[in-house]
């Protein structure tokens, strides 16, 4: 396969609700959509980087503005496979959601054309995966609990709280005393510090499937002292960058379960590298979430069809977070998806309400970048 042109596009959606995180309260999202063009024919990639740099260094105008002067020019005019993609990319450091979307446009290329699924690709084990929801910091404890109503309502196999410090004990108490033993777990998004950890163990008595990520991401040794006092697994999200990353963690007892997000590690072949490594380990893994549209969500969905995928992830369905998704929306039945079994993402993409949402095009080549 050639890489002949590359369409980058960036879309604004607003999102069905305000979602706030402790870093921050998002209202929409302003997604860097990739469409690789090349000799066997066309894939699509989603770059998961924020608007601001505050889930991670990554944000959405950097991972276009290093696309397009530093990793494309990098797998111009050669045969590829998706698999090479990384080893190209490995000059450059970080920027790993840049690498992630266009080592995903080229594994759907690459998939589509040879008729096969993403799900058939990584050895997917289910048909449908177990869906959870992740809920926003909300403005008292009472509308909490009318929120999580209504996803339980709806079927969600899992609830996960947004807390941060001030909204922790109270809102699990909560969630708990009303809804009895649902699956439950909490992501702080680095909100906390190793002073903290016997406040933390306060969440111990309600039987959490885990705690995600309390410090910040380089704090890694940290999080294995943090686990000598609090009783609740920790989870890493943020620290977890690459396979190598990963295995350090598991090593020195830093995380018991990891969060997956192809873009945060580089892309799905990382991804699947370190599902491997924590079969390996007996590590359970879960996927994670970044308000995708249909384009990252088929990908992810399939991924999470996976065997150690043994926690319901953050695939919610597309009206978890927009009134209309860019793909034929997910929809869930039974507190899942299904795994999409078409030629590589197995979505179309609706370019005509792309068209409509659409903020910014250029179409980059050999040549360079042609704006408009
Ligand atoms: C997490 N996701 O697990 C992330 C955080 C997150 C579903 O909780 C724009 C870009 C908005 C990235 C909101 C979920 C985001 C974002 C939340 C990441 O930590
Ligand atoms: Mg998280």
């Not at 096969?116 to 809920?135: L, N, Y």
Request: proline share 5%.
């Amino acid at each position: 396969m050639r890489l002949e042109a590359v369409e980058l596009r960036r879309i604004k959606l607003p999102l069905v609700a305000p979602f706030e995180t402790s870093f921050g309260v998002q209202t929409e999202r302003d997604v860097l959509l990739v469409k690789a063009i090349t000799d066997a024919g066309e894939g699509w990639g989603e770059c998961v980087a924020g608007e601001e740099p505050t889930y991670s260094s990554e944000y959405v105008d950097g991972a276009q503005h290093v696309l397009i002067h530093h990793l494309l020019p990098r797998l111009w005019g050669r045969e590829l496979d998706a698999a090479d993609v990384a080893p190209l990319l490995h000059p450059v450091h970080g920027h790993n959601m840049a690498k992630a979307a266009i080592e995903m446009a080229l594994l759907d290329a690459q998939l589509r054309a040879a008729g096969r699924s993403f799900g058939e690709f990584f050895g997917a084990v289910r048909e449908a995966v177990d869906c959870g929801v992740s809920v926003g910091i909300q403005p008292s404890v009472a509308e909490l609990v009318r929120v999580v109503g209504g996803y339980l309502d709806q079927g969600y196999r899992r609830i996960k709280l947004k807390i941060k410090p001030g909204w922790d004990v109270e809102p699990v108490r909560a969630v708990r005393e009303k809804f009895g033993e649902v699956p439950l777990q909490v992501d702080a998004n680095t909100a906390y510090t190793l002073a903290d950890a016997q406040h933390l163990s306060e969440l111990d008595p309600f039987g959490l499937l885990l705690i995600e990520q309390p410090m910040r991401e380089e704090l890694v040794f940290a999080h294995a002292e943090m686990a000598k006092v609090v009783r609740t697994p920790i989870c890493l999200d943020e620290s977890i960058h690459t396979y190598q990353s990963a295995a350090d963690a598991i090593a020195i007892g830093a995380c018991r379960i990891i969060n997956v997000k192809p873009g945060r590690v580089g892309g799905y072949l990382e991804a699947r590298r370190i599902h491997d490594l924590c079969a390996a380990k007996g590590v359970p893994v879960w996927m994670g979430g970044m308000l995708e549209t249909g384009i990252g969500r088929a990908g992810n969905v399939a991924m999470a069809a996976m065997p150690n995928f043994t926690l319901p992830g953050d695939t919610s369905a597309s009206d978890r977070y927009y009134h209309r998704d860019v793909t034929e929306p997910f929809v869930l039945r039974d507190g899942r998806l299904r795994v999409p079994t078409g030629p590589g993402l197995g979505v179309t993409v609706d370019e005509e309400f792309l068209d409509t949402i659409t903020t910014w095009t250029g179409t980059l080549g050999r040549a360079g970048l042609r704006a408009g």
